[in-house]
């Protein structure tokens, strides 16, 4: 690198120019003197050496920047000209001190960094602890300063009570204080101690306390006794030593989770007690943070029992009589007679027993009986209630009502539901079978339903089942209807008939295929197949037993083989029969052929004559006959055929010995030979 800087003077004509070196930083080292590892309370000198080579000539200024524990924020800072040392002093070495340490060398734009070097400042100093008091009462706080002045940077202090920490502050002074509350009669052992770095110092010296009890102690007592009856008024008192009547402190009573009275300072705790007041009893006072207490238990016997209420009989019917009998077991005979105690009887919170106190009530069982019902018990002031009691009339089972659960085909099992739409559970259900019980079922609540088993082999006997219900000894029970519904016959023989009948299929005529069920219920299902194919002609639902399906103006291709199948919602597919019929020819084809063969017949015998009657006369000559071109009014008829093509007459030329199969014409000079006597194919064969 090279910088220039140029100054320009201009006197007397003379000019000067100025040029600062180039350099290069090679190296840079730190040392730690006297060692990386030292006793607290050393000097540490910390040498940054840097290793520089230049031109000569203006040297820039040299910085150097010492780095503690890679924070980015220098340690210090130090600027020089050309110096290629430089000292960084920590005088009287803390364990703060110690880290990971590092230089640098800044020239220009130019910086270079040292190694790193770790250093270990090794002792903690020892805490003292001091504190203002050694002698308090519970609950007192102590002031407790915790010092260790001479370390640097932030510490976090530790008391201790005995080996229970009690309190942890932070501090950058060097020291920490606060107030320490000393419970329970004991002698306290207070200590400290710091961290700095993950560093724990040494426990500091230990500090006894001694903690007096606090004699705040309430007394509880009861008068006029802690063994009484109900009905005695007892009063109970929590008094503490009179020297701390002037103190401030609370004092409660209180009797398990409840506080019975919150100031019993100045006063006392009265109440006429009943057997439900039995337990123990506390007296609670606080005072400094600190809970005295002192407890005794109370035992109140019964002046009377708790009455009990009973309802008779148990499972009262609706207009069934009932009774209700409020009554207590035990009495304090040295207190009260039994004919002291008034009962009442109470029905939804409301009096059903006005004027009378024996503990008796009546009534006959209906929907207005219903409801909650409890009773007290009272006598000199005192009242005890009863248990709650719910009572509810029982409803007697109304006339069951019989069904199938779901369908019912003939000659499978089905499912019989027996029910009554009124009546407390739980109800007996038996089906019956043409008056015999057949099965029974005892149904206990409304989702416990009485279903049977059945089955019929003829329609009418589905009119045989009924079920009856009871649920009452004193009741007769009720019979049903006799059970009704549908039934589903099954379709099991299945006929296909063909109308015309087979061998009379016309062409060109509707044939009707006639798919017939038998006796099986409808609606029922009809396939018609064609065999050969999967895929049916046609698939109808009818509500009859019988459906038609319709070939219109049959042709010889509807010739074949077929069969249909039919099922209903109590059966599977059946099949019937196959029928096999051909179509035939229509009788005016049969007609127009006859006709033809019989014209044809005739022309074969017309032919023949003439073709015999023309050999006769040429046995006779000797020679071949020729069919001459003549005019045609010649009236020889029996020798000239008239054929016309293209306006041409043509002549026969007879051989004795030619083919009696072609017969040779004459067109002018050339002979032409013509397949007459051969039919058209198939022609022949018809007729």
């Known amino acids: 690198m090279q910088a220039t800087r140029t100054c320009l003077l201009l006197l007397f004509l003379f000019t000067c120019r100025e040029t600062q070196s180039e ?43 010492f780095y503690k524990d890679f924070k980015p924020k220098e340690l210090h800072t130090q600027k020089t000209h050309a110096v290629e040392q430089m000292n960084f002093s920590i005088p009287d070495a803390r364990a703060f001190d110690s880290g990971t340490y590092q230089c640098e060398l800044v020239i220009d734009q130019q910086k270079e960094n040292s190694q790193t070097a770790d250093v270990k400042v090794k002792g903690l100093q020892v805490p003292e602890l001091i504190v203002d008091k050694q002698r308090v009462s519970e609950g007192e706080r102590v002031s407790a ?20 920490e009690v309190y942890r502050q932070s501090s950058e002074s060097g020291h920490v204080q606060t107030l320490l509350q000393l419970r329970y009669a004991r ?31 309430p007394n509880i007592t009861f008068q006029p006794s802690t063994e009484v009856i109900e009905g005695d008024t007892v009063q109970i008192f929590c008094p503490v030593d009179s020297k701390f009547q002037n103190s401030t402190f609370s004092l409660w009573l209180i009797k398990g989770r409840d506080i019975l009275k919150p100031d019993m300072k100045n006063s006392h705790y009265s109440k006429v ?45 609706e207009g069934q009589p009932f009774n209700v009998i409020c009554k207590s077991s035990n009495f304090e005979s040295k207190r009260i007679r039994q004919d002291e105690v008034k009962y009442s009887i109470y029905r939804n919170e409301h009096l059903v027993t006005p004027g009378a106190f024996d503990g008796g009530y009546r009534d006959i069982a209906g929907t207005h009986t219903d409801g909650n019902y409890t009773c007290n018990a009272q006598t000199k002031n005192i009242i005890k209630w009863s248990q709650l009691q719910i009572f509810k009339a029982k409803t007697l089972v109304s006339r069951p009502v019989i069904e ?30 043409n008056h015999k019980p057949l099965n029974h079922y005892l149904s206990l609540h409304k989702d416990d339903q009485a279903v049977f088993s059945a089955d019929i082999t003829t329609k009418d006997e589905i009119h045989a089942y009924k079920c009856k219900a009871w649920n009452s000894q004193n009741s007769p029970p009720l019979m049903s209807e006799a059970l009704s519904a549908p039934v589903i016959v099954p379709v099991k023989k299945v006929s296909l008939q063909v109308l015309p009948r087979p061998d009379q299929v016309i062409e060109g005529t509707d044939v009707f295929l006639i798919c017939n069920a038998g006796n099986g219920t409808p609606p029922i299902s009809f396939n018609w197949y064609r065999l050969g194919s999967n895929m049916p002609l046609k698939s109808k639902t009818v509500q009859v037993n019988n459906s038609a399906h319709n070939l219109s103006a049959v042709s010889s291709e509807d010739s074949g083989t077929y069969y249909c199948e039919a099922f209903n919602n109590g059966s599977a597919q059946s099949q019937s029969d196959k029928v096999t019929f051909t179509v035939r020819m229509a009788h005016w084809k049969i007609g127009v052929i006859a006709a033809v063969c019989l014209l044809f017949l005739a022309l074969s015998v017309v032919v023949l004559i003439k073709y015999r009657s023309k050999r006769v006369g040429v046995d006779r000559s000797g020679e071949a006959g020729v069919w001459s071109r003549r ?21 026969e030329v007879l051989h004795p010995q030619a083919d009696p199969t072609r017969v040779p014409l004459k067109k002018g000079t050339d002979t032409v030979y013509s397949e007459l006597q051969t039919l058209p194919q198939g022609f022949g064969g018809v007729c």
Request: a negative charge; one cysteine or more.
């Open 23 to 65: 350099f290069v930083i090679k190296n840079v080292t730190l040392f730690v003197h006297p060692a990386k590892e030292v006793e607290r309370g050393t000097n540490l000198t910390l040498t940054c050496n840097a290793q520089v080579s230049h031109t000569g000539g203006h040297l820039p200024q040299y910085t150097y920047n």
């Open 187 to 217: 002698i306290a052992r207070l200590s400290c101690s710091y961290v700095i770095d993950r560093l724990e110092s040494n426990v500091s010296n230990v500090v006894t306390v001694e903690v007096q009890e606090l004699d705040i102690r």
């Open 273 to 317: 007690v009943q057997a439900a007041d039995t337990g123990e009893y506390e007296c609670s006072t606080k005072m400094n943070s600190i809970t005295k207490t002192d407890a005794q238990n109370l035992t109140v016997k019964e002046l009377f029992s708790k009455p009990v209420l009973t309802i008779t009989p148990v499972g009262v019917f």
């Open 145 to 164: 300063t915790c010092r260790a002045e001479e370390e640097k940077g932030s510490l976090l202090f530790s008391f201790k009570d005995g080996t229970k």
């Open 631 to 651: 005019p045609p009014d010649t009236g020889d008829s029996g020798d000239v055929v008239d054929m016309e093509e293209a306006n041409v007459e043509y002549t």
């Open 404 to 433: 199938v659960v779901d369908k019912v085909v003939l000659g499978h099992p089905f499912k019989i539901h027996c029910r009554s739409e009124k009546g407390s559970f739980p109800i007996n259900y038996t089906l019956i079978r």
